[in-house]
C-alpha cells in the first residue's frame, strides 16, 4: 500500500517580532548614547583605581604633540593656546559652577605642560578637577 | 445611474519599517563610542596668597625622573614601572601611623611623562588611614576599586579610612615658596 505523502511545514523563521525588537534596539541606543564633546585622541595614563565621572563636564586635553584643545561640555572641543587656559577656566567656573573639569592628557607628556595647566587652574579658583585614566591591565601573575 | 466606487481601507504603509528600524541601529551602533569617562578625582587647593608654609623636612618628597625612577626622600630609588607601590608603602606606612596628615608631596621634574605623576598618586591614593574611635591607634592599609565600590554600595556607606595628604605643587608654587 502506498503511504500517502506527509504534509511538511516549510521551516521558517518566525520574523514577526523582529520590528519589536529593533525598536527596544534603538531606543536603547537612544537613551544610553552621549555625544563626546571632545573626541581628541590620547593615550591616557593608567591606574587601578577610576571613578565615574559626571556626565557634563569641561575638558582640556593635551596631545602628545603638546597640542591643547578644551571645551566648556557645550560645544565641541576647540584649540587653545597654553596661555588662554585661564581665561578659559575662569569662563568656566563662573557660568558653570559645579562643573568639573576633566584634564584628558596623553601619558607621554612633558609634565611641565600638565603643570602649567594645572596652575593655570589654580588661578582660575577651579576646586576640582578629574585626571582621566584607563583601567589598568592585570599581569599574569606567572 | 450611480456609479459604485471601490474604496480601500485608509492604512499607514508599515512594511519597510523594519528595514528603516535596522538602518537606525547599524548607525547608532555605527557612531556609538565607548567613552572612557572614569579617572581620579583631585581636589585642588585654593590659590592662596598666604598658603601655610610646609617645610620640606617635615613632609615626604617623592621626587620623579623622567626615566620613571623614584626618589623618595632619603630612599634607595624605586622604579615606576618595577612595582614601586609596595615599597613606598612599606616607607610611608609607620609615617602616617605616627602623622596621619604628614603632607607626602609629588614633585615631577619637567620633561618627565605625565603618566609617572598619575601612576604614583593612583599608588598614593589607594593608601587608607584608620583612626580608632580614642585616637590612639592608627591602622594604615591599601585598598583596591573593588573595596572602594564596596563601600559605597553599604547602606550607611562604610568609612574605609582618610586619604593620604597628598600636594602636587606647581612649579610656580615651588618657586614662589621653597625657593
Redesign the interface.
Known sequence: MRLKARHQAGAVIPTAS??DI??L??VF??VT??F?KD?TQVA??????????P?IVAYIS?TDAGQIKATNGEEMSTTLAAEDVVTFAANVVTRYPKR?I?LK????????????I??S???A???????????REIEDGG | MRLKKHESDPEIPTSSMADIAFLLIVYFMVTATFAATRGLDFALPKDDDNPPIVEKEDSVLIQIEPTGQLNVDKEPPMHVDEGFALKLFDYLKPKLEANPKKPVIIRSEPNAPYRYMVEVFDALRKIKIKTSADGLEREVYTVSLADIQAAAEQDPPTDLGKDVNVSIPTQREIDSFWF
Do not use: C, H, N
Open positions: 523582529m520590528a529593533a525598536f534596539l534603538i541606543f537612544m548614547i552621549t563626546e573626541k591616557l595614563p593608567k591606574t587601578d583605581l577610576r571613578f565615574e565621572i556626565k593635551i568639573p576633566v592628557a596623553d601619558g607621554e607628556v612633558p609634565y611641565e605642560k600638565v603643570d602649567k594645572i596652575d587652574l589654580k588661578q579658583k577651579v576646586e576640582l578637577i578629574y585626571l582621566l585614566s584607563d583601567a
